[in-house]
Protein backbone atom coordinates (compact mmCIF):
# COMPACT_ATOMS: atom_id res chain seq x y z
CA UNK A 1 0.00 0.00 0.00
CA UNK A 2 1.50 3.38 -1.28
CA UNK A 3 0.44 6.59 1.29
CA UNK A 4 -1.59 9.28 -0.35
CA UNK A 5 -2.92 13.05 0.64
CA UNK A 6 -5.62 14.25 -1.33
CA UNK A 7 -6.66 17.76 -1.09
CA UNK A 8 -10.21 18.24 -2.40
CA UNK A 9 -12.53 21.52 -2.91
CA UNK A 10 -16.04 21.50 -2.96
CA UNK A 11 -17.45 24.84 -4.17
CA UNK A 12 -21.08 25.80 -4.84
CA UNK A 13 -22.21 25.69 -8.54
CA UNK A 14 -21.43 28.40 -10.46
CA UNK A 15 -24.81 28.97 -12.19
CA UNK A 16 -26.46 29.18 -8.30
CA UNK A 17 -26.22 31.66 -5.57
CA UNK A 18 -24.21 31.66 -2.77
CA UNK A 19 -25.94 33.04 0.60
CA UNK A 20 -22.65 32.81 2.18
CA UNK A 21 -20.76 34.48 -0.09
CA UNK A 22 -23.03 37.17 -0.70
CA UNK A 23 -23.19 37.74 3.23
CA UNK A 24 -19.35 38.36 3.58
CA UNK A 25 -19.10 40.54 0.29
CA UNK A 26 -21.69 42.84 1.62
CA UNK A 27 -20.09 42.48 5.20
CA UNK A 28 -16.93 43.48 3.59
CA UNK A 29 -18.03 46.53 1.11
CA UNK A 30 -20.19 47.65 4.22
CA UNK A 31 -17.90 48.00 7.04
CA UNK A 32 -14.50 47.76 5.08
CA UNK A 33 -15.73 49.41 2.16
CA UNK A 34 -12.88 51.37 1.81
CA UNK A 35 -10.07 48.82 2.03
CA UNK A 36 -12.14 46.35 0.03
CA UNK A 37 -13.99 48.19 -2.97
CA UNK A 38 -13.07 46.51 -5.47
CA UNK A 39 -14.15 42.85 -4.21
CA UNK A 40 -16.73 41.80 -6.90
CA UNK A 41 -17.91 38.80 -5.75
CA UNK A 42 -16.97 35.96 -3.12
CA UNK A 43 -17.67 32.58 -2.96
CA UNK A 44 -17.59 30.13 0.03
CA UNK A 45 -16.78 26.45 -0.35
CA UNK A 46 -14.79 23.47 1.93
CA UNK A 47 -11.34 22.19 1.32
CA UNK A 48 -10.69 18.82 2.92
CA UNK A 49 -7.74 17.13 3.32
CA UNK A 50 -7.59 13.31 3.63
CA UNK A 51 -4.37 11.21 4.35
CA UNK A 52 -5.11 7.54 3.03
CA UNK A 53 -3.67 4.51 1.38
CA UNK A 54 -4.24 2.23 -1.76
CA UNK A 55 -2.47 0.11 -3.83
CA UNK A 56 -1.81 2.82 -6.77
CA UNK A 57 -2.58 6.27 -7.99
CA UNK A 58 -5.28 5.56 -10.16
CA UNK A 59 -7.17 3.23 -6.94
CA UNK A 60 -6.31 6.74 -4.85
CA UNK A 61 -8.49 8.49 -7.53
CA UNK A 62 -10.96 5.98 -7.15
CA UNK A 63 -11.34 6.28 -4.05
CA UNK A 64 -11.42 10.13 -3.98
CA UNK A 65 -14.01 10.10 -6.53
CA UNK A 66 -16.34 7.95 -4.41
CA UNK A 67 -15.57 10.02 -1.15
CA UNK A 68 -16.94 13.14 -3.27
CA UNK A 69 -19.86 11.37 -5.15
CA UNK A 70 -21.49 9.55 -2.09
CA UNK A 71 -20.82 12.06 0.88
CA UNK A 72 -18.66 14.82 1.02
CA UNK A 73 -20.15 17.11 -2.03
CA UNK A 74 -24.22 17.88 -2.72
CA UNK A 75 -24.42 17.32 -6.63
CA UNK A 76 -27.34 19.36 -6.57
CA UNK A 77 -25.66 22.49 -5.82
CA UNK A 78 -21.74 22.13 -5.28
CA UNK A 79 -19.09 20.50 -7.97
CA UNK A 80 -15.88 18.93 -6.27
CA UNK A 81 -12.31 19.14 -7.73
CA UNK A 82 -9.18 17.26 -6.05
CA UNK A 83 -5.52 17.21 -6.33
CA UNK A 84 -3.62 13.87 -5.24
CA UNK A 85 -0.23 13.61 -4.06
CA UNK A 86 1.96 10.48 -3.06
CA UNK A 87 3.12 10.84 0.46
Known sequence: MKKFIA???I???KNLDDPQGK???NALSTHFGLLFKTISSVRIGKNITVDF???SEE???EIIEEMCKKLLR???VEYYEYEIKKM
Open 11 to 13: MPL
Open 23 to 25: AVK
Open 59 to 61: KAK
Open 53 to 55: EAD
Open 7 to 9: NIR
Open 74 to 76: NPV
